[in-house]
């Protein structure tokens, strides 16, 4: 309780198989050792934006 007040905050369950199914499949992937870092990410996304924006102009 916080300065008088209480709250109950009930979270709705997701059970969407495509959402169960991409969350399995993204644990699967980083108990494997299959993840980029961040900033390999960034870098590769930005690249592509550029080349994408250098492709469309």
């Given at each position: 309780?916080?300065?008088?007040?209480?709250?109950?905050?009930?979270?709705?369950?997701?059970?969407?198989?495509?959402?169960?199914?991409?969350?399995?499949?993204?644990?699967?992937?980083?108990?494997?050792?299959?993840?980029?870092?961040?900033?390999?990410?960034?870098?590769?996304?930005?690249?592509?934006y550029?080349?994408?924006?250098?492709?469309?102009?």
């Amino acid at each position: 309780m916080l300065g008088g007040l209480a709250m109950d905050v009930t979270m709705p369950v997701v059970e969407t198989p495509e959402l169960l199914e991409k969350l399995d499949k993204g644990i699967d992937d980083m108990e494997n050792g299959r993840v980029t870092p961040h900033e390999e990410t960034m870098r590769i996304l930005m690249q592509r934006y550029n080349d994408h924006v250098s492709q469309n102009s």
